[in-house]
């Protein structure tokens, strides 16, 4: 059995009979039992989102090849190569945005230094255990937990992401959108671009994350921050009831709400 599809540099997802990724996109192929995804070496920010979304359909453990310019990963499952794909998608636009933010992401299971975490809030949030549950009774578990500046996102039926709940009083990135409007439709600010690319990862992943880094408040000095992403994907549950679950913290000035 042999198909491939293109995702080109804005993101559209097509057919292909090319050997090699569009300008700035990607080329996903399967030939039998092999599955492979070639990168572009310009690869776009959306054309790593649309990836991120089409590799979701697959099983976390349905094993790929991963081509980046520089080179070739074998025999990785998908929630790992999600997860090279997520950095990757983060570092670009954090490179246009230098003095904005910088950060890693990690899958949280595999967190080496546990003391990293010193807040208890985030600790509430990343000690969860909500694997075998449906989206209603995690929901719940994570409300009785009493998380502070706890952020819901949700998606639609197209797959589009919203805020289901954000913290009133958050100081970034400002000003924030009403719950219930579509990410994409103000993405175009890099804040909120790079928080839409985090949450994509966590649905893709389907494992929780730790993010750490710095950020600057509307100009100002980069200050360390943290973040705990959770994503409620239940197997057989619908897609529109999937949420991702997240807060985060100035390590400097907890008092200060960040989404």
Not at 156 to 169: E, F
């Given at each position: 059995?042999?198909?491939?599809?293109a995702?080109?540099?804005?993101?559209?997802?097509?057919?292909?009979?090319g050997?090699?990724?569009?300008?700035?996109?990607?080329?996903a192929?399967?030939?039998?039992?092999?599955?492979?995804?070639?990168?572009?070496?310009?690869v776009?920010?959306?054309a790593?989102?649309?990836?991120?979304?089409?590799?979701?359909?697959?099983?976390?453990?349905?094993?790929?090849?991963?081509e980046?310019p520089?080179?070739?990963?074998?025999?990785?499952?998908?929630?790992?190569?999600?997860h090279?794909?997520?950095?990757?998608?983060?570092?670009?636009?954090?490179?246009?945005n230098?003095?904005?933010f910088m950060?890693?992401?990690?899958?949280?299971?595999e967190?080496?230094?546990p003391?990293?975490?010193q807040?208890?809030?985030l600790?509430?949030?990343?000690?969860?255990?909500?694997?075998?549950?449906?989206?209603?009774?995690?929901?719940?578990?994570a409300?009785?937990?009493?998380?502070?500046?706890?952020?819901?996102?949700?998606q639609?039926?197209?797959?589009?992401?919203?805020?289901?709940?954000?913290?009133?009083?958050h100081?970034?990135?400002?000003?924030?959108?009403k719950?219930?409007?579509?990410?994409?439709?103000?993405?175009?600010s890099?804040?909120?671009?790079?928080?839409?690319i985090i949450?994509?990862?966590?649905l893709a992943?389907q494992?929780?994350?730790f993010q750490?880094?710095?950020?600057?408040?509307?100009?100002?000095?980069?200050?360390?921050?943290q973040?705990?992403?959770?994503?409620?994907?239940?197997?057989g549950?619908r897609?529109?009831?999937?949420r991702?679950l997240t807060?985060?913290?100035?390590?400097?000035s907890?008092?200060?709400?960040?989404?």
């Open positions: 059995m042999r198909s491939q599809i995702i080109t540099h804005g993101g559209v997802t097509k057919a292909s009979t050997k090699v990724p569009p300008d700035g996109g990607v080329l192929r399967r030939i039998n039992g092999s599955f492979t995804i070639s990168l572009h070496r310009k776009s920010e959306m790593l989102v649309q990836l991120l979304r089409s590799l979701r359909a697959l099983s976390p453990e349905f094993r790929m090849t991963l980046t520089d080179r070739r990963h074998e025999d990785l499952t998908r929630r790992l190569a999600c090279r794909i997520a950095l990757q998608a983060i570092s670009i636009i954090e490179r246009a230098e003095p904005m950060s890693n992401i990690e899958l949280l299971s967190v080496q230094s003391p990293m975490l807040s208890e809030n600790l509430k949030l990343a000690g969860l255990k909500l694997a075998g549950c449906d989206a209603p009774s995690a929901l719940m578990k409300s009785a937990t009493d998380i502070a500046n706890l952020v819901s996102v949700g639609n039926r197209s797959m589009r992401l919203y805020y289901l709940a954000i913290p009133t009083d100081v970034w990135p400002s000003p924030g959108p719950p219930g409007t579509p990410l994409e439709d103000i993405i175009g890099a804040p909120w671009r790079w928080l839409s949450y994509e990862a966590a992943i494992a929780p994350l750490h880094g710095f950020l600057s408040l509307h100009g100002g000095a980069m200050r360390p921050f973040r705990i992403v959770y994503p409620i994907t239940p197997p549950d897609p529109s009831n999937y991702v807060t985060a913290e100035l390590l400097e907890p008092d200060l709400t960040i989404i």
